[in-house]
């Protein structure tokens, strides 16, 4: 079997899209004049509810990601899943070689955790905000199980964004 077989085979399974967004750091929060933390977010398909009780969500990093590294470091982290309407925030946040994450966050309405101070974006059907419980390495990702520290529906408007066959599609 090719990779490109597997790829084929698996893009005929129908998911919801999340945004996962953490608060990165400042590199020295000690110097005023060091950089301040950045928000860093990443579109995801790969996202599931594991335990109920406790209540515990995984989703699936590319192992040496951005978003992969920063969890690495950064135990707090959120989830905001998309609604049809936020197709694009899907599609900017999974843009290859993209501009800086606050360039991406600039015009996308959000408000801060307050459990993690990571963004929550305005108008999502759900959002959930997280803390790290274990770390699965898996061939060429990292499965990163986390327990849901809140749970809240922002927004009831619309249907879920899925995707399907290598593209965001609505439901219906």
């Known amino acids: 079997m090719s990779n490109e077989e597997f790829r084929a085979a698996m893009s005929r399974l129908a998911s919801g899209v999340v945004l996962v967004t953490a608060r990165e750091e400042p590199l020295d ?71 800086s994450d606050r360039l ?10 307050e459990a993690t101070d990571a963004p929550l974006v305005g108008g999502a059907l759900a959002t959930l905000e997280c803390r790290t419980e274990q770390r699965v390495s898996a061939g060429d990702h990292t499965l990163v199980i986390g327990r849901v520290l809140t749970a809240s529906l922002p927004s009831a408007d619309g249907g879920p964004l899925a995707y399907f066959r290598g593209r965001y599609r609505q439901l219906g």
């Open 29 to 99: 929060p000690d110097d005023p004049q060091a950089p301040s933390g950045e928000d860093v977010g990443m579109t995801a398909t790969a996202f599931m509810s594991v335990s109920l009780d406790p209540p515990l969500v995984l989703v699936s990093l590319r192992e040496g990601s951005r978003m992969d590294d920063l969890l690495d470091e950064q135990p707090l982290w959120a989830v905001s899943v998309l609604s049809e309407s936020q197709r694009h925030i899907a599609g900017r946040f999974a843009m290859k070689g993209r501009v």
């Open 104 to 113: 991406l966050f600039a015009d996308i309405p959000y408000l801060r955790g």
